[in-house]
């Protein structure tokens, strides 16, 4: 399928900046301009690997997702919260997934769903946003890093990359993306991501938003996108920067979206309509390398089970529906998923119905070029072996980052983790 | 060390809008110039010194008054399906399920009013920094509709802020510790002496006192025992303490040992060298907009230790500092999106539009108010802007300028919910008001009155040349009509520094 050809930072600069006044809107230049990038973008865009990443907010309970059946010291510990031998669905005979999980049952069945056992770190932290920041910036438990792993992906392997190399459709920008040249846009309605205040043609106003908004004094000409931003950045150049990404980047994605409306059928939920625009993305033959969603309600404290299945009927099914999307477009071998949560539940349950906040826990990869199946080796669950009644982790999380790093983005994983990471035979 | 006052006789325009934006939400060009005329410590002392209610006449939420009844008749309706489901299990199921969608109505009906009333106190206050104060506590003790429910709760906990906002720190963290909406909101209303909950004990060391690092997971579960038995009284939501769920063991935490409560724990927290110096970083980073220097830091926890924790001297010592008012602070703060929305409608003397408007933008921006993302409430500065926040901040400033209510306002991906009967949206651009006669007299009149409403500064000389450059294009400012008075006004609005304080 030939995608429509996209508007770049770089266009913007030289046609938009140098050439003088540019609208966002101005159909003139995005007729006579567009087929000329045609020839200048990546012709090989439509065949980079992308990666998805999904994180599961608050904290899933993994072991009443990965159900360890067959495990008397798992019904021992739950005795009010624990899923039922009979209620789950079997993977082999140790494990079966939770009965609301049936999206990863299908996956499973296609064999397209891996599950990594005990993933986690040393000396693991309880507290979300501490562990949350340990997973997004990759950092040892007392290490405190300002950078994310993708946004080091950005920095050493993306330069002079567009904006739109990492595209998170969340509300806030994951603190995974912050990079030191920050890069990489965040919207969560692709309806209101565009600037609505002028009309087309060549206008005064034009001139005036644009030498408002078009980067500011950042001197970015020369180097293409390249430049450099010390941690002392200004929240004017901050703004100034943020504003000019802004504007490439809803022209480029508005032009993808208007010319795809693939029919993949996905459930209605929130979760699912975050997943479907990334499939319209990739369908559209964006240049991002790596999408970013977020399913949050995972912190069950208390009455977990009248939330827990509802969360992983969503979850599950969106994902399978996705997975289905790339299939039918011809994209399901470019897209790897990796789904993770900042840290897995207290393997006793508490007295309010629910579970508090623990260490490891299962991640997952989903695509048609993964190995699927189990992988890693799953952790005791014998009280004597547990950590603070936390399960002790078996697989390093940085690990799961070099193996898609290596093996899904084809790049140097040390230069984004800072050292070497055994890679996980997750793939072929 | 010691931090240098500012010096002058009074604080001068550009000054008095720097402090009037930062300690509140800034104001209308005759504010600022009222301001202006006041010598720095009768600013400072006027700004911190709000009473306990004394200048308060705005009166309660309206729901507030007939909630007390509905909350009593919802008890009873739920008590009488206790007995139901004895005798028919399916039926009270299927009661349980109607009435709890009444009551969820009900709820929202209320939490849309408390918005309402506190946009309007933020709007018209005549004591800023409490309303502002109240919503820098807001973030910082975080609780949410989403799980605590009940408009009442958050609306006491939201007066709780506005009443110790200027008080005693430890009152105010004893206050929110016995807080129902907090108890709920980190489960601790069922926390037991059998199986302690941990949450709120956990984030009253990493979140509100302390800070990740200074504690240990020993102290954590001690501190969960000492807040066992602080919990709710069901029928009318109140605190209370019950004896019999409270472990009275003797407990050791930060070194201490005693058959310590939850004020104990409380007291020997802020005993830690880190607790003043948590806090005055954070207001610091608040107030300011950049990280305090540990000198600064180290000066600004001496005087709240020598206060006693007491707020106003610390406060008056932040706005009175030349450090405040530096060069590099000025213009360096990225505006809250409720920052940016009551600013805007302050600036324009105009009235706050329909609620469903007010909160459909600011849900857009990423400050629902009574929703926090999570118990750590907004990261802020730079977090508030990325690509999709900022074209959405320049569209509804168009919209309210203009007067065109946006397409797809209050729904988003996640929020599918749209309105029944649409609500009118007036323009907030009065042009009598806005650009009087006499400020059209040239273009430079144009130019400065225009900055001074929208920016309360005169901004750099490339900003003011910018700006003029696109007014050579124009037609003689007497002659504007009511739309190019919108269009230069959305213009000044859709730049990257009316983003910042």
């Not at chain 2, 409608?345 to 993302?373: C, H, T, V, W, Y």
């Amino acid at each position: 399928m030939k995608h429509p050809s996209l508007f770049t930072r770089r266009d913007f600069l030289h046609t938009g900046v140098l050439g003088g006044s540019v609208a966002l809107t101005l159909p003139a230049f995005v007729g006579s301009t567009m087929q000329q990038l045609a020839a200048a973008e990546g012709a090989d865009d439509k065949d980079q690997p992308i990666l998805l990443v999904i994180q599961l907010a608050g904290g899933n309970d993994g072991l009443n997702t990965v159900v360890p059946w067959e495990n008397d010291h798992y019904y021992r510990a739950r005795t009010r919260l624990a899923v039922k031998k009979g209620d789950c669905l079997k993977l082999d005979d140790e494990f079966g997934l939770n009965k609301n999980a049936r999206g990863f049952k299908q996956l499973w069945d296609d064999g397209k769903l891996g599950v990594i056992h005990g993933v986690g770190y040393p000396n693991p932290n309880r507290s979300h946003f501490r562990s949350t920041e340990i997973w997004h910036t990759a950092s040892d438990s007392k290490q405190q890093l300002a950078q994310g792993w993708i946004g080091r992906y950005f920095d050493n392997h993306c330069k002079g990359s567009d904006p739109s190399v990492g595209i998170s459709i969340t509300k806030q920008t994951p603190q995974a993306f912050r990079a030191l040249n920050p890069i990489g846009v965040t919207f969560d309605d692709p309806s209101r991501f565009r600037f609505e205040g002028l009309e087309d043609g060549d206008t005064p106003e034009e001139e005036l938003f644009l030498a408002n908004n078009d980067g500011g004094s950042i001197n970015m000409l020369e180097s293409g996108s390249q430049m450099k931003l010390e941690p002392g950045m200004s929240a004017l150049d901050f703004l100034e920067r943020t504003a000019l990404d802004a504007q490439v980047s809803s022209e480029q994605i508005d032009t993808v979206l208007k010319a795809q409306k693939t029919g993949a059928k996905y459930p209605g939920t929130g979760f699912a309509r975050q997943l479907q625009l990334i499939g319209q993305l990739i369908a559209g033959g964006m240049g991002t390398r790596v999408y970013y969603a977020s399913r949050g309600g995972f912190d069950t404290h208390a009455n977990q089970a009248a939330s827990f299945g509802g969360l992983w009927q969503d979850v599950s099914s969106a994902l399978l529906a996705f997975q289905r999307d790339l299939e039918a477009q011809g994209n399901g071998k470019r897209v790897t998923t990796l789904v993770f949560t900042e840290f897995g539940r207290r393997v006793k349950e508490n007295a309010s119905g629910g579970t508090d906040h623990g260490a490891a826990g299962p991640a997952f990869v989903i695509g048609s070029s993964i190995k699927p199946g189990f992988h890693g080796t799953m952790p005791s669950l014998a009280p004597a072996d547990l950590f603070r009644g936390d399960l002790e982790h078996s697989t390093d999380f940085r690990s799961v980052y070099a193996t898609m790093m290596d093996q899904v983005l084809g790049v140097d994983s040390v230069a984004v983790l800072g050292r070497k990471f055994e890679s996980l035979k997750l793939f072929g | 060390m010691h931090m240098k006052r500012i010096t002058d006789a009074v604080l001068g325009p550009e000054k008095a809008g720097h402090l009037l934006q930062r300690a509140g939400f800034g104001g209308s060009p005759d504010e600022v110039r009222a301001w202006a005329a006041k010598s720095p410590d009768s600013a400072v002392a006027e700004l911190v010194e709000f009473g306990s209610g004394s200048n308060d006449d705005f009166g309660p939420p309206v729901f507030l008054e007939t909630s007390a009844e509905s909350d009593a008749n919802f008890a009873k309706e739920f008590a009488k399906l206790r007995e139901l489901r004895r005798e028919d299990q399916a039926a009270a199921e299927q009661a349980q399920r109607r009435l709890n969608a009444q009551r969820r109505r009900v709820q929202y009906q209320g939490i849309g009013e408390l918005r309402a009333w506190w946009l309007y106190r933020m709007r018209y206050s005549e004591t800023p920094l409490q309303e502002k104060m109240t919503l820098f506590l807001h973030g910082h003790f975080a609780s949410a509709t989403q799980k605590v429910r009940s408009p009442r709760m958050l609306y006491q906990q939201n007066q709780l802020f506005r009443r110790l906002g200027n008080g005693n720190w430890e009152d105010l963290v004893n206050g929110v510790a016995s807080d129902p909406a907090m108890l709920l909101y980190l489960d601790n209303a069922r926390s037991n002496r059998r199986k302690p909950n941990e949450n709120f004990a956990r984030e009253l060391l990493e979140l509100f006192t302390l800070g990740e690092g200074n504690y240990t997971e020993e102290d954590i579960f001690a501190a969960a025992r000492a807040y066992t038995g602080y919990s709710i009284e069901r029928e009318t939501g109140e605190f209370v303490f019950r004896n019999f769920m409270h472990d009275p063991g003797r407990k050791t935490f930060m070194g201490e040992t005693g058959a310590f409560k939850g004020e104990d724990i409380v007291r020997i927290a802020l005993k830690h060298e880190q607790a003043p110096r948590f806090l005055t970083a954070k207001l610091w980073r608040f107030f300011v907009g950049s990280d305090a220097s540990e000198a600064q830091v180290d000066h600004l926890s001496r005087v709240l230790l020598d206060a006693k924790w007491e707020l106003k001297p610390l406060l008056s010592e932040i706005f009175l500092s030349e450090d405040f008012y530096d060069e590099k602070v000025r213009r360096g703060l990225i505006k809250s999106p409720t920052q940016w929305f009551v600013q805007l409608l302050k600036s324009m003397e105009a009235p706050l539009p329909d609620p469903r408007i007010s909160n459909g933008i600011l849900i857009q921006l990423g400050q629902e108010l009574f929703n926090p993302p999570n118990v750590k409430g907004w990261d802020g500065g730079a977090a508030w802007i990325n690509s999709s926040t900022l074209l959405n901040r320049y569209n509804f400033a168009g919209a309210l300028v203009r007067g065109k209510l946006p397409q797809n306002l209050g729904r988003s991906p996640t929020n599918r919910r749209s309105y029944n009967n649409r609500p009118n949206l007036r323009s907030v651009v009065d042009p009598e008001r806005v650009l009087p006669p006499a400020d059209r007299k040239d273009r430079a009149s144009v130019q400065r009155a225009l900055f001074a409403r929208l920016y309360q500064s005169q901004l750099r000389a490339t900003d003011r040349a910018k700006f003029m450059e696109y007014l050579d294009t124009q037609k003689d400012p007497a002659d504007w009509n009511e739309r190019d008075l919108q269009e230069a006004v959305h213009l000044l609005l859709s730049s990257p520094q009316y983003q910042l304080a």
